[in-house]
């Protein structure tokens, strides 16, 4: 029974190791860069990035301007009711401005991923199309992570997943 079950795993060595697998590369970054889509959804992205960057800095004037006015009227004369009361404001502010920055650097990370992700998905698309038709196995996406060596049957299919894209 050992011998049977050792022959049979070795024979399933053999059959794999003679398997030959196709292996391709694919750049996805080449690809988001050439979609028509991209270019809309960078230029989304930065027209909300400018608006939130003008409203951060109108707000920013504002902490700057109470606080000049702060130290030019607060000291050692001042009541410490009053002084108390204008660095309870400008604490206020500084918050304010965190809670600013925090939550609209939240808002683009969603924008972003809700305006990126069909493009993604039919980037995924492309690539197992283009893989399935030409019996490729495998995969590599090089633009996140490079690869060290890729021999002379390994091919690029980048330029035909950007033609079925189209």
């Known amino acids: 029974m050992k011998r049977i079950l050792l022959l049979l795993v070795a ?14 590369t694919v750049n996805r970054e080449t690809l988001l860069h050439g979609l028509p889509e991209y270019a809309t959804a960078q230029a989304e992205l930065k027209s909300l990035s400018d608006a939130y960057r003008q409203e951060y800095t109108a707000m920013q004037r504002d902490f700057n301007d109470k606080y000049a006015d702060y130290q030019e009227t607060v000291n050692g004369d001042t009541p410490a009711t009053i002084r108390d009361r204008r660095i309870k ?11 600013f920055r925090r939550a609209s650097e939240d808002d683009l990370t969603v924008r972003r991923d809700a305006l990126l992700a069909p ?10 199309s283009v893989a399935a038709e030409r019996g490729i196995d495998l995969v590599l996406d090089v633009s996140k992570t490079p690869v060290a060596y ?13 033609s079925s894209l189209k």
Do not use: C, F, P, R
Request: glycine content about 6%.
């Open 89 to 99: 404001e400008l604490q206020d502010l500084d918050n304010k401005l965190k809670d």
């Open 11 to 24: 024979i399933a060595g053999w059959v794999n190791m003679t398997a030959q697998t196709t292996v391709a």
């Open 150 to 162: 890729a021999g002379a049957s390994v091919v690029d299919i980048t330029g035909s997943v950007a």
């Open 119 to 128: 493009l993604h998905q039919a980037i995924d698309a492309a690539i197992a």
